[in-house]
């Protein structure tokens, strides 16, 4: 549906849709199993909010990842500069990586959510 609004150059509806399949993904059961698989690396990004030495560690990993994946990598620059609002961290991502900025934003409201990924 947000593509057929994008090729009408309904921008704002095409945004609410994103936003919609989001929230849906987000609630279908099987993301979370799916998020675990990044469990370390979310938690490793909910640390580096607050430690500059994991942050560089970090960033020498997200440079591997910039080529390949350069909006996720911008959008996890942008978590760390300060930014929280989801919709616009997942603007130009796809629903997995989306999926995962919504754990490391919720890791950072209440860590004790990060349990879940670890299998703690």
């Not at 309904?10 to 849709?17: G, N």
């Not at 989001?22 to 370390?40: D, N, P, S, V």
């Not at 130009?92 to 890791?107: F, T, V």
Request: net charge negative; glycine share 6%.
């Amino acid at each position: 549906m947000a593509d057929i609004a994008d090729k009408q150059s309904d921008t704002t509806q095409a945004k609410e849709y994103r936003r919609q399949a989001r929230q849906a993904k987000a609630a279908f059961g099987g993301t979370q199993y799916e998020l675990r698989q990044h469990g370390q690396w979310i938690a490793q990004v909910v640390d580096a909010v607050d430690n500059a030495e994991i942050r560089e560690q970090l960033e020498i990993e997200m440079e591997n990842l910039a080529g390949d994946l350069p909006n996720f990598v911008a959008a996890i620059r942008r978590i760390l500069a300060g930014e929280r609002d989801e919709n616009i961290l997942c603007e130009q991502l796809d629903l997995e990586d989306s999926m995962i900025i919504y754990a490391i934003l919720r890791g950072i409201a209440d860590p004790q959510s990060l349990e879940a990924l670890l299998g703690e």
